[in-house]
């Protein structure tokens, strides 16, 4: 099951504001352009961690009810993701580890390409298919 | 329904939809329940396997009509 991991989701109230913690960093200029996703009722911007991973900052929208839940909660690094080679198989793979399909979309954030969101009790987890 | 059991569903609607003033039936659908939808229902599932530690296959998740069937589920898994 080819995959790398590719980001960290951190869930945040202001984009814009997150950003500047890393202003004196450098990394903050590497910065994509935030982006609406609408199918997903966020928005997001990736930040350049290194070694090819990003943290992604995740807005979400007022009516965003599941995310907004789990800010009002306090959380904030809240998925890991994955670029897979084939994310069918990969999907398929962690469900019959244990893990339930969560939702399945095609991301404006990455050219329209499929990924799914897959949960456990404790980790949640987005597969990419990769390029 | 065992009543520890029931105060428990309900204990995880409650966290799960963050919604203190929900109150289950054995016949309460989705539809009853605001903010009850096919994301929170997986988040549901997830956070039933995890308190009573028993593994729920979507065969089984997909049958399932009203609350009061998803705790005969429970009872039936622990058994």
Known sequence: MPMTFHHVGCLVNDIPAALKLYQHTG???????????????????????????????????????????????????????????DVET?????????????????????G?????????????IELIQAA | MNDNLWAELTAIF??????????LTESTTAKDVPGWDSITHVL???????????KLIA???QRLQNVGELAALIRSKRA
Do not use: W
């Not at chain 1, 329209?112 to 949640?124: A, S």
């Open chain 1, 90 to 110: 990969c999907a398929g793979d962690f469900v019959r580890s244990g893990a339930h399909e969560l939702n399945r979309f095609h991301s404006e954030a990455f």
């Open chain 1, 27 to 85: 990394l903050a200029a590497g910065a994509s352009v935030p982006m609406r996703v609408p199918g997903q009722k966020v928005q997001v911007c990736f930040l350049p961690a290194g070694n090819d991973a990003f943290i992604e900052f995740v807005q979400p929208d007022p009516d965003n009810a599941f995310l907004q839940r789990m800010l009002r909660k306090g959380i904030s690094y809240y998925h890991v993701a994955y670029l897979c080679s």
């Open chain 1, 112 to 124: 329209g390409r499929l990924c799914v969101f897959l949960t456990t009790p404790e980790q949640l």
């Open chain 2, 59 to 61: 065969s089984e998740i």
């Open chain 2, 14 to 23: 409650r966290e799960t939809l963050d919604d203190d003033s929900i109150t």
């Open chain 2, 44 to 54: 549901l599932v997830v956070a039933v396997e995890k308190k009573f530690r028993i």
